[in-house]
């Protein structure tokens, strides 16, 4: 079983991942509206499916490191892309983390995961890029740019976090106690089809 939730894991960071390099990569091609509000909803449903179906530090962190490994193999290495990639799967993880008694009593707080995770992960974000890595972009926008970033996307991303964490960890629920029919499959067959699909998902990725 362990074995397997490894698999679940890694096929959910590589389909995260694909998410980041494909769909997030045209979003910001055509100039869509703050991509990474509706990229940071998405990320934060996945990590809730996983965070549901392996409830232990340290899960959703390595869903984002396997996404951001996704992201430099198979799309454009831009690294501050990468880094909030990793950010917000180490955000959720430290959030679940410290909620995680509050969310398996009362659903509502499941919600308040996912927005807090957010801040967290938009606060990191931005005030270690401005006052630690020094990137240009936001050494010369200074704090405006970083209370804007928290204050404005964060906030944004955060009401839709709110509800994507709610479906996606309700959603684990099947994985966590199998009660979809393909779990029922034999084990091999099981682990087989995740490592496929799993595979064929960097296959894509890397023609895309």
Excluded: Q
Excluded at 70 to 95: E, K, Q, W
Excluded at 117 to 123: D, R
Aim: proline fraction near 3%; charge should be positive.
């Amino acid at each position: 079983m362990k074995g397997r939730m490894w698999l679940i894991l890694i096929f959910l960071g590589s389909l995260w991942g694909i998410i980041e390099g494909v769909w997030g990569d045209f979003l910001y091609r055509i100039g869509f509206f703050h991509p990474s509000i509706f990229l940071t909803s998405i990320a934060f449903f996945i990590l809730a499916l996983g965070r549901r179906c392996y409830p232990k530090p340290g899960s959703t962190t390595l869903i984002g490191v396997i996404a951001t490994l996704f992201r430099v193999v198979n799309a454009s290495p831009h690294y501050c892309h990468l880094y909030a990639i990793f950010l917000n799967g180490l955000a959720f993880d430290i959030v679940a983390s410290l909620l995680s008694k509050s969310v398996e009593k009362k659903i509502f707080w499941r919600g308040i995961m996912g927005s807090l995770s957010t801040y967290l992960g938009y606060t990191l974000f931005s005030f270690t890029m401005t006052y630690i890595i020094h990137y240009p972009h936001w050494v010369r926008s200074g704090f405006p740019e970083v209370l804007n970033y928290i204050g404005f996307r964060g906030s944004l991303a955060s009401i839709g976090s709110f509800f994507t964490v709610l479906l996606g960890y309700s959603l684990g629920r099947l994985f966590k106690y199998e009660e979809l029919r393909v779990f029922k499959l034999r084990p091999i067959l099981m682990n087989g089809l995740l490592i496929v699909t799993t595979v064929f998902l960097w296959i894509v990725g890397r023609i895309v």
